[in-house]
Nanobody, 124 residues
Framework: QVQLVESGGGLVQAGGSLRLSCAAS????????VGWFRQAPGKQREFVVAISRSGTTSPYADSVKGRFTISRDNAKNTVYLQMNSLKAEDTAVYYC?????????????????WGQGTQVTVSS
């Protein structure tokens, strides 16, 4: 299993930006597709976006389309989530997850490794 650690969360005003990082260790990261999920207070965890081993991306969740961008740097064993034009409704714990496969996926059950999450709070 690959180990994942998210970072970059914090408190930001509405309209601001954050860049989340998902750093991997323990296995050859370039063999893994990675996804970002989030869980808002009192809600189920939801899919945000995923990226394949080669860098192709899944469709973004409608709620973040045009504002969030996923990318990866295999040399640094890191996947990023650039979040712009943040809204109060983006407040959530953000998780990255990895799957030992070439292609991206959107379901939680398709991912075998998860990070501990990083809190993003957007004040309105």
């Amino acid at each position: 299993q690959v180990q994942l650690v998210e970072s970059g969360g914090g408190l930001v005003q509405a309209g601001g930006s954050l860049r989340l990082s998902c750093a991997a260790s323990g296995r050859t990261f370039s063999n893994y597709a990675v996804g970002w999920f989030r869980q808002a207070p009192g809600k189920q965890r939801e899919f945000v976006v995923a990226i394949s081993r080669s860098g192709t991306t899944s469709p973004y969740a409608d709620s973040v389309k045009g504002r969030f961008t996923i990318s990866r740097d295999n040399a640094k064993n890191t996947v990023y989530l650039q979040m712009n034009s943040l809204k109060a409704e983006d407040t959530a714990v953000y998780y990255c997850a990895a799957r030992l496969a070439a292609g991206w996926a959107t379901r939680e059950v398709d991912f075998g490794s998860w990070g501990q999450g990083t809190q993003v709070t957007v004040s309105s």
